[in-house]
């Protein structure tokens, strides 16, 4: 009996037997905000801090900080330096493909473009794999493909071609004094529709129901072989048969289209 009544008087709370509400209410709202004390400091350590996301900049601003971005990791020494970040699809809006430094975080830049998609979102389009890239003036740029290739002229019209191809002039065209036909094709090629390269400044198809589409990019697809293009305000009618070599075919008369010039 002595040692209850010891024990109740260092237990206060505890009285005669009986729990004393008051002290027991005092334990729980100190537990309560002990414990909730703790919980918030784990939560906010936790928790990162709010980052304003670039949507709410006008799509242009962003556009161009992103583009800003791309030419500031774009730096290189030597050939080695040099990396393509596969680009197209949704995001053809920023190019193909972009060239940057080896060390660069890729999935950065992809993650802020994906970002960019989704708040201003535009037409997908196909895009074919980035090219070698070399290191000139301190820049990653696309290797010249066709440096080595053989250049052909007809008056103002300047265009360059591969050496073991052939350029064929068919004619001259009608009211036109810088007026052609011409097609190019593998040397020694021979078949009913061989793979060619078809150019004109005259539209051989208007009224049919196969028409030239046009192509700002002067790009030809395996859907579309018929494209028009203008070049210095000169339309030009280019047609790509690729039946026997496919996409090897397709490949060098898209790089043929794109070597076109007027000379001054």
């Not at 936790?46 to 799509?59: A, G, K, S």
């Not at 193909?96 to 998609?117: G, H, M, R």
Request: with cysteine; hydrophobic share 35%.
């Amino acid at each position: 009996m002595k040692e209850d009544n010891k024990l109740t008087k260092n237990m206060p709370f505890i009285t005669q037997g009986k729990t004393n509400l008051k002290y027991i209410l005092i334990v729980v709202i100190l537990a309560v905000v002990v414990g909730g004390g703790i919980l918030w400091c784990i939560s906010e350590k936790e928790t990162p801090p709010e980052i304003i996301p670039p949507t709410l900049l006008n799509c242009e601003d962003w556009y161009e900080k992103i583009e800003n971005d791309f030419d500031k990791a774009n730096f290189c020494e030597e050939d080695s330096d040099c990396k393509a970040i596969m680009l197209g699809g949704p995001y053809v809006k920023f190019g193909c493909y972009k060239f940057v430094n080896i060390l660069t975080n890729e999935e950065d830049f992809l993650s802020k473009v994906e970002e960019y998609d989704k708040a201003c979102a535009f037409a997908i389009n196909k895009c074919a794999l980035a090219p070698e890239a070399v290191c000139i003036n301190n820049k990653c740029v696309k290797k010249d493909e066709t440096a080595d290739w053989n250049t052909y002229t007809h008056k103002i019209t300047s265009f360059k071609y591969p050496q073991d191809w052939i350029v064929i002039f068919d004619s001259t065209v009608f009211g036109q004094p810088n007026g052609f036909s011409l097609h190019v094709m593998r040397a020694g090629d021979s078949g009913f529709v061989p793979d060619a390269l078809y150019l004109s400044t005259y539209n051989d198809r208007s009224g049919m129901s196969v028409d030239y589409v046009p192509s700002i990019n002067r790009t030809f697809t395996e859907e579309n072989s018929l494209i028009q293009f203008s070049v210095n305000g000169t339309t030009i009618y280019a047609g790509c048969e690729f039946y026997t070599k496919g996409q090897s075919t397709l490949d060098i008369c898209n790089k043929v289209v794109s070597t076109i010039r007027f000379l001054e």
